[in-house]
């Protein structure tokens, strides 16, 4: 006898994820090559919007699909894909990418100062947000190196 889960994802969220899925892809595409570094892509703009758009949970879905096809050696991240890239020295903000979501949220519902205005509180938590992943980053990528 089995048991029936009651999982119950919207086709709109489901559309919604593959659309920002392969935008993520895209925007890694968008790259400028830094000498001495690895890359400065568009995909830092577009992982902000995760959170405001799909939320802690989607959105944490979402980048953990992105690094593990980017893993499994889909070219999904700026210079290509495949388990090698853990070397690289911008994997440390992937990581830190994967972990954006969950932050978000802690951020704005902890941010009592523009709980009454929705822009402002996007605004200030992905600024806090943004100081956050550079953290994460650049400690991973100083702990590799």
Known sequence: MSQQTNV????????KIGIYFALLVVSSKVAIPIPFYDYISLQTAFIFLVYPILGAKYGSWLTVLYLISGLL????????G????????TFG?????????FL??????????????????????????????????????????
């Open 82 to 89: 495949g388990l090698g890239y853990i070397f690289k020295t």
């Open 104 to 145: 978000a949220a802690i951020v704005r519902k902890g941010n009592k100062l523009f709980s009454h205005h929705q822009f402002l509180n996007t605004l200030v938590s992905n600024y806090i947000c943004l100081i956050m992943v550079h953290l994460i980053g650049f400690c991973i990528q100083v702990f590799y190196y």
């Open 8 to 15: 119950s994802v919207s086709t709109q969220t489901i559309c």
């Open 93 to 101: 903000f992937l990581i830190a990418f994967t972990l954006m979501p």
């Open 73 to 80: 050696g889909l070219p999904t991240f700026a210079s290509g």
